[in-house]
């Protein structure tokens, strides 16, 4: 048992007493107010405390009702960066105020920045502009903890998760050629013919006159890569319109919703809303009503589309629209951990000053940073993607990643990534 004592509580201390302790340390823990209330060890969360147990000097930050640009300053402890120094304590920092304002992305709701998806831009995070953007600073921290609690106390136990690996699939084009329409399929073999490229041409009539398989119809063997390993990926299916930033194909096919049903009968899927739908609420519910869940599961994930989202206005409405999870959170541009964890945590609504029951999975790492980003091949992916998995799996965190349909076909742009796909799968595997 581990006693917290502060002289004051409040919504945001218990939130993340909760995630830190409970969630990721899996030990028993209270909040008190009044000492003799004080059993097993304590931690002194307060300006003043006694000689046994553990002195973190707090900060305003939790005890605050308003939001508000903080001065973030960093310090050092045990060669990992810190926000919010002190001067006193047992650790230089305050190790939950901290940990509070990276998990409940405080400083997206202070910045007003915008890049051309009207996204929050990685360029304004304080883990991106000081290094630690691909490491996950709030494991690690509360790990330290736990390592001194229990220097101090050796009776003390706790109940660590187990490391877990969930790959995510993204359905967003499952036709490269076919369903596209007439108009679209001449001005393409136009443009091709007048390129020159013989080889494309000859592919998108092979594909149309049914002469050969579409590249990108390929969800029973994405499907089936992850089967025969016993593992259980979360696919995440486009429910939108054809559109400049949306799927290509114009309609969907009997096949493709044949195996479309058969994934929802088996493995947990989730919606993933068109362009403009993160901002539409109209056209969101629209989609949701379209998306064909998993009868058997009561999950409802939600991915959007190029990472669209906003906080905390988007993650409201996937709240008030039932939805259990939310497995955007990530950036496009650059691999790493957006709220310094790999573990899920649920989503604390600054405005309204209470956790929420919408749970997010933050994503390590997507297909196409490593390609177009950072200008990686499948080999240096692969090894890109290891190392990253060795640190989740240092921190007992959940890796999840995320792939595209399209880009485990072995055409295009994309030749070798299959392969290091399927390898991918093996090594990360939970053992």
Known sequence: ???????????????????????????DYVI?????????????????????????????????????PQEIQLGTWENLT???PTESGDIPFDLLAASFFLLSRYEEY?????????????????????????EPLVDRWILKLKDLIQQKDINQQFKLPSYRFIPTIDVDNIYAFRNHGLLQFIYCSVRDFIKGNKTLLKQRYDVVTREKKDPFFNLSMVYNLHKKRNIHPVFFFHCGTFGKHD???????YSYLKVRKQIASEDIVGL???????????????EKALMLWNKNSEERPNRFHYLRFCIPETYTLLEKNGFTSDWSLCYSTQVGFRAST???????NLKEERETTLQLYPTAVMDKTLKSILGLNPESSLEYIMKLKEVVESVHGTFI?????EHITDVFAWKGWHNMYEVLLSKCKEK
């Open 1 to 27: 048992m581990i006693t917290i004592y502060t002289k004051n509580t409040s919504n945001r201390l218990t939130y993340i007493c909760n995630q830190l302790f409970h969630r990721i340390l899996g030990c």
């Open 32 to 68: 008190t107010t009044n000492k003799d209330e004080i059993k097993g060890f304590p931690i002194w969360y307060s300006d003043e405390c006694e000689d046994n147990g553990i002195h973190i000097k707090p900060v305003t930050l939790l005890f605050e009702q308003d939001i508000h």
């Open 82 to 84: 810190t926000l919010f």
């Open 110 to 134: 202070t910045c007003h920045k915008k890049d051309i998806h009207g996204r929050y831009p990685v360029e304004e995070s304080i883990a991106f502009q000081n290094g630690f953007l691909t």
């Open 247 to 253: 799927k290509r194909s114009i309609y969907p096919s």
């Open 272 to 286: 993933h809303p068109s362009y403009h739908a993160s901002q539409h609420p109209l056209f969101f519910k629209t």
């Open 342 to 348: 790999s573990h899920p945590f649920y989503f604390y």
């Open 401 to 405: 990643t995320l792939f595209h349909n």
